[in-house]
């Protein structure tokens, strides 16, 4: 068994694919409509067949009353593995991404990382130092 999609609500899912493509370097998937639904995936470059992120619209209440709640407690929505968390950091920021915690050493070895992903998420990058 093995994951194949996960997902994290958004509340303008343009803005969200032009963040996560633009700005953080994934590659679009799938981008299909139906029935006033949108199927918006996006990918890492680096595995393009792999897991996919899904940019689902929080248009369910339920979702937006959970997205704004951990949100506002500052828990990430997602955990993206990164090579160096505090140059990932550097080049993110030099891209306008506003962190709400900088490179940051939790556990031996683990050094993480929280931004504003502009779209109603905080979004965690880390690395596992071998």
């Known amino acids: 068994m093995k994951i194949i999609l996960t997902r994290v609500f958004v509340d303008d899912q ?24 949108r199927w918006l995936t996006v990918v890492s470059p680096d ?9 689902e619209l929080n248009d369910n209440p ?10 506002e407690q500052g828990i990430p929505a997602a955990s993206f593995g990164v090579e160096d968390t505090h140059a990932e950091y550097e080049r993110l920021k030099a891209r306008g991404v506003k962190f709400t915690m900088e490179p ?8 993480i990382a929280v931004f504003d992903d502009t779209c109603g998420n905080l979004i965690q990058i880390q690395t596992l130092q071998k």
Do not use: C, H, M, W
Not at 14 to 37: I, P, W
Not at 104 to 111: C, G, I, L, P, S
């Open 14 to 37: 343009d803005r969200a694919l032009k963040f996560y493509t633009g700005t953080l370097g994934f590659v679009k998937k799938n981008d299909v409509s139906a029935e006033g639904y």
């Open 47 to 55: 595995d393009p067949n792999g897991t996919e992120l899904l940019l």
């Open 62 to 71: 339920v979702v937006r009353t959970y997205q704004k709640g951990i949100f």
């Open 104 to 111: 940051t050493e939790v556990v031996d070895r683990v050094t």
